[in-house]
């Protein structure tokens, strides 16, 4: 017996020393194993981080994505197959059931990417590992609701060149403007259907080298935005007194003493805050575009409208241009804006300082520090102003870019990239977020 236990003592060496490579394939399997799924774990939040930045910053940016998902997992051999997408509610057959079942629209935004890792433990051909690499997989999505009602200010262009064709469509410029505003008030009136006791609002200001507003009478009055200190024969020859129209910039405006040559053609007239929108369509489709551009108008007239105006919690004007302002008007919009012709509208709205007078609204104007705005339930209010450009670099409009800010300065390509811009703009005001 003891012969044959010493016979037989040497099996269990040759079987663990067989076992070996087994053994270590699964400890390298389970290695990899448990990094991998780690891996897709951290996948997983960066795709959740990256689409809430591109949802924030409101573009299918595949960039930033990217740059998201390299900081998250910082050993990555490559990223690659990322896919960023926007899609409105009319793309998603669930959000068209919950609107029909009474629930808020909202815009989805998602995120997937694929990254590629170098293994760990590869494995050789008698040990069992992962291979050279391993990719994973991550995706996450994220909605933003219209759950708040806004106050829309269009600022728009009225000039000459809006009557001419562009590379973005197959009409006139203005012709495209209408339809899609159009587009923007009947996603709205979606909204405000679901909400009716707190609806979206509408207004509309036009602008060639003058604005216009009809009188008590309902005639319409074309006005001068400026504070004229010595006219001449021409425009070009009127010395504006620029401090005193930045003071009076929330006056309303008398008769102007001059209509320029060709603005008579144009036919506009300010459309103020409305639910009614298929009557602000109509009206807004009878305008006509004539004369030369001067966005200071268009400017200081929506400032006018809301600091006396706005009721909802949300304010947003947006300027809509195809080009820079006419001749010397360029030179007079970027004095007006560094003398705060912009930041007295915002500043009126939200709080802070101001170089203008109020003149009798109902803003509280302290030590040239205006309190804010407040809706009828003494909510405060706040506003944003933005400018979207018709296949044009308005970066180069040096008075609109330091308006509003580089950052919500837009060109648009197309008619859809301009709605998108503009329904954009507005869920970044209203929205929320939600995974």
């Not at 009409?171 to 008030?185: F, N």
Request: proline residues 2%; charged residues 25%; hydrophobic residues 35%.
């Amino acid at each position: 017996m003891k012969y044959a236990m010493r016979k037989q003592s040497g099996h269990a060496a040759m079987l663990f020393a067989i076992m070996i490579p087994a053994l270590f394939g699964v400890f390298m399997l389970g290695s990899d194993g448990a990094r991998a799924l780690q891996t897709k774990a951290r996948l997983e939040e960066a795709s959740e981080a990256a689409v809430l930045a591109v949802s924030a910053k409101d573009e299918q940016d595949h960039q930033l994505a990217e740059r998201y998902i390299q900081h998250y997992l910082y050993d990555t051999v490559s990223v690659t197959d990322i896919k960023v997408q926007k899609l409105a509610c009319d793309d998603m057959p669930e959000c068209i059931a919950a609107t029909e079942r009474g629930e808020a629209r909202y815009f989805e935004y998602r995120v997937a990417g694929r990254t590629l890792h170098q293994s760990w433990f590869p494995g050789t051909d008698v040990i069992s590992g992962f291979g050279e690499s391993f990719h994973t997989t991550g995706s996450s999505k994220a909605r933003r609701y219209q759950s708040q009602p806004i106050d829309i200010t269009f600022v728009v262009d009225f000039s000459e060149s809006m009557n001419d064709k562009w590379s973005g469509g197959r009409h006139s410029k203005l012709r495209d403007l209408k339809d899609i505003i159009q587009d923007v008030t009947n996603e709205l009136g979606a909204y405000n259907e679901l909400y009716p006791e707190h609806p979206h609002r509408v207004a509309l200001t036009g602008y060639n080298r003058r604005t216009t507003n009809k009188d008590e009478d309902g005639k319409p009055v074309v006005r001068d935005q400026r504070i004229i200190s010595s006219m001449g024969d021409i425009d070009k020859e009127d010395k504006v007194n620029f401090n005193k129209t930045i003071d009076q910039q929330f006056v309303v405006k008398g008769k102007a003493g001059r209509i320029p040559n060709a603005n008579e053609d144009a036919s506009f007239y300010d459309i103020y805050f409305t639910t009614k929108f298929s009557s602000f369509t109509s009206q807004m489709r009878q305008f006509k575009a004539g004369g030369g551009t001067a966005s200071l108008q268009g400017i200081i007239r929506a400032g006018q409208i809301v600091t006396k105006l706005a009721k909802n919690q949300k304010q947003l004007i947006i300027i809509l241009s195809d080009g820079e302002d006419w001749n010397h008007y360029a030179g007079q919009t970027k004095k007006l804006v560094d003398k705060g012709m912009c930041s007295n509208i915002l500043n009126m709205v939200n709080g802070g300082a101001v170089t203008a007078d109020n003149k009798g609204d109902n803003i509280s104007v302290v030590g040239g520090v205006s309190q804010g705005m407040k809706t009828p339930e003494g909510e405060p209010m706040n506003a944003r102003m933005a400018v979207i450009g018709f296949d044009y670099e308005l970066n180069q409009n040096v008075g609109l870019r330091n308006c509003v800010g580089r950052d919500n300065v837009y060109k648009a390509e197309n008619k859809d990239d301009i709605l998108n811009k503009i329904l954009g703009l507005i869920t970044e005001e209203v929205g929320h977020l939600a995974q």
